[in-house]
């Protein structure tokens, strides 16, 4: 059987997405290309230009290169993908946020394609068992063809800087002093629940007169706002520091000058910076029952994010447990290296493959 040629939508990596899939997308099919396996190529499909780009354009030029290259499958990183390409697709769906209340990238199209595209996809890829269960409940039809494949993380996020660098400087860069740090990664979107750490900070607060540096990261508008005033409400101020956009080459150091990272979304489909925080020695706050619990597992401080003194509680642990933690969360991360996301992609589409060997045997 002549090898299958399977194209790898990397239009993610190219800025037509949050950075978080762009470090998957990229990681994923570097992983990928280190190994060749026997009977699978990897063939990388880009836009031939960012200008004028859109996703509904990109993926009729998609179904247009599985033409012209000859491919024998098709591999989207998103749950939007070209399905009359005409040949097996995979689809990857994220999360469905509207099952958990949420109200972000829940609108009609991303329904669609959670509900539809399972109709067309030979297989669907979640990142955790957590939406695994969603897709199953919300597309039934499509609970055999499912496929867990979890995301991964490497350096430059690990307890330690490189050697001859030194982590210190992004402190001045961003402003930040010796206080210990709590990153709010995204907390200027309403999903990550800045809010209620704020209100589990202030009822922390309550026990402990150590001043801490709330760092809210994200883009301007009425839900940043709204937090800075609820921050105003609880005394807390002059602790919460805006941070629009924290460079790329920053985020390791400041992960690893962190104290806590609180991460309390009712909804997500992985949580990236879970895995990049505990490569960094850096605790978690999360919810239990999440796709950020199942991706901590032990290694996870768990919480109510609708209690402040359960917040309360977490948080104190997380400040206390620091410096012992540092060297032994890591472990956890360690267990998700790239490769093994990029081992489950290839049994994937090794089983396609021996579907259609089957078929064509019959």
């Not at 469905?96 to 109200?103: A, I, N």
């Not at 996809?121 to 409940?137: L, P, Q, Y």
């Not at 597309?139 to 030194?166: K, T, Y």
Request: with cysteine; glycine share 8%; charged share 25%.
């Amino acid at each position: 059987m002549h090898a299958m040629r399977i194209g790898f939508d990397a239009s993610p990596s190219h800025d037509h997405a949050s950075r978080g899939l762009a470090r998957v997308v990229r990681e994923t099919l570097a992983a990928l290309e280190r190994t060749s396996e026997p009977g699978l190529e990897v063939v990388r499909l880009l836009p031939a230009s960012d200008r004028d780009f859109t996703h509904a354009r990109w993926r009729r030029e998609l179904g247009a290169l599985v033409r012209s290259q000859r491919l024998d499958g098709l591999h989207s990183f998103t749950s939007a993908f070209a399905w009359r390409a005409g040949v097996p697709s995979v689809q990857t769906i994220h999360e469905l946020p509207w099952r958990h209340g949420e109200r972000e990238n829940a609108g009609l199209a991303h329904k669609l394609w959670a509900r539809g595209g399972p109709l067309f996809a030979a297989r669907i890829a979640t990142a955790t068992e957590h939406t695994a269960r969603d897709v199953r409940a919300a597309a039934p039809w499509s609970a055999r063809r499912v496929r867990v494949i979890p995301w991964g993380v490497g350096p430059p996020f690990a307890p330690e800087s490189p050697p001859g660098a030194v982590d210190e400087p992004v402190l001045r860069k961003y402003r930040l002093g010796e206080d210990p740090i709590a990153l709010c990664l995204g907390g200027a979107r309403a999903k990550k629940r800045c809010a209620d750490f704020l209100r589990g900070v202030r009822a922390w607060r309550a026990t402990h007169k150590r001043r801490l540096q709330i760092v809210v990261t994200g883009s301007d508008g009425p839900a940043l706002r709204s937090l800075l005033g609820l921050a105003s409400q609880l005394g807390l101020a002059g602790e919460v520091a805006w941070v629009e956009r924290i460079d790329e080459l920053d985020l390791a150091p400041l992960l690893r000058l962190s104290s806590v990272v609180p991460l309390l979304s009712r909804s997500e489909g992985f949580g990236l910076p879970v895995l990049e925080a505990l490569a960094c020695g850096t605790p978690v706050l999360v919810p239990p029952s999440t796709a950020q619990a199942e991706v901590a597992g032990d290694a996870a401080i768990h919480c109510d994010p609708g209690e402040p003194e359960s917040v309360a509680a977490a948080l104190a642990r997380a400040l206390d447990e620091r410096e012992a933690l540092r060297f032994t969360l890591p472990e956890r991360a360690a267990q998700f290296p790239w490769s093994r996301s990029a081992d489950g992609i290839r049994a994937l589409w090794r089983e396609l493959r021996n579907e259609r060997g089957a078929e064509r045997a019959r």
